[in-house]
């Protein structure tokens, strides 16, 4: 079955680094593209980056432009996005998410990261 | 970007009432619209894509609605299971944005 399982968070100093993973199984990265989001505590959700089936195409959302960077290693089934310079406001959990015909129909259980100092 | 609003931001429906959000973007976006569902504490889960197609597993007394900028999420008959936060969310473009939430309690 479809599985999302992310790992990586924590807590960090502002303007630190942490590199988030999503390992997957049940499907081929090769044949869905694949988005992390993320919710603020007591929050609404937020696309913070996309990556395609293909790998051709990656976005990021603007307030973490220049400073994430997603991408994927399809031989371990497994997308990653690399946070730097990170901010307090950049404190959520952050899922990925399964792109089905462009919605989201599976998400991850998600990782907490938290900002502070 | 395209602005997703939803209103209200809380409705509190007694048990087996009807229960009505709605949902405006900033520009047409067709039927490229979903809807979410998030209890506390829990993973946001697909209900309906494509404006008004349930997700596998989705009760029928949910059911949606709309086009272009106006849509509408409809519980028939609000079971205690429903109570949650629903999320709309249009994905004809990046960035997929969300709409802010509307709380659904039970009164």
């Known amino acids: 079955q479809v599985q999302l399982v992310e790992s990586g968070g924590g807590v960090v100093l502002p303007g630190r680094s942490l590199r988030l993973s999503c390992a997957v199984s049940?499907?081929?990265?090769?044949?869905?593209?694949m988005h992390w989001v993320r919710q603020a505590p007591g929050k609404g959700l937020e696309c913070v980056a996309v990556?395609?089936?293909?790998?051709?195409?990656?976005e990021h959302a603007d307030p973490v432009k220049g400073r994430f960077t997603v991408s994927r290693d399809t031989s371990k089934n497994t997308v990653y996005l690399q946070m730097n310079s990170l901010r307090v406001d950049d404190t959520a959990v952050y899922y990925c998410?399964?792109?089905?015909?462009?919605?989201?129909?599976?998400w991850g259980q998600g990782t907490l990261v938290t900002v502070s100092s | 970007e395209i602005v997703m609003t939803q209103s209200p931001d809380t409705l509190s429906v007694s048990s087996g009432g009807r229960a009505t959000l709605s949902c405006r973007a900033s520009?047409?976006?067709?039927?490229?619209l979903a809807w979410y569902q998030q209890k506390p504490g829990q993973t946001p889960r697909l209900f309906i894509f494509?404006?008004?197609t349930r997700a596998t597993g989705v009760p029928v007394r949910f059911s949606g609605s709309g086009s272009g900028t106006e849509f509408t999420l409809t519980i028939s008959s609000l079971q205690s299971d429903d109570s949650a936060i629903y999320y709309c969310?249009?994905?004809?473009?990046?960035?997929?944005?969300f709409g802010q939430g509307t709380k659904v309690e039970i009164k």
């Open positions: 494509g404006a008004s």
């Open positions: 990556i395609s089936h293909d790998g051709s195409f990656k």
């Open positions: 969310q249009h994905y004809g473009a990046w960035p997929r944005t």
């Open positions: 049940g499907f081929l990265l090769t044949d869905y593209g």
């Open positions: 998410a399964r792109d089905q015909n462009y919605y989201f129909d599976y």
């Open positions: 520009q047409s976006i067709g039927a490229m």
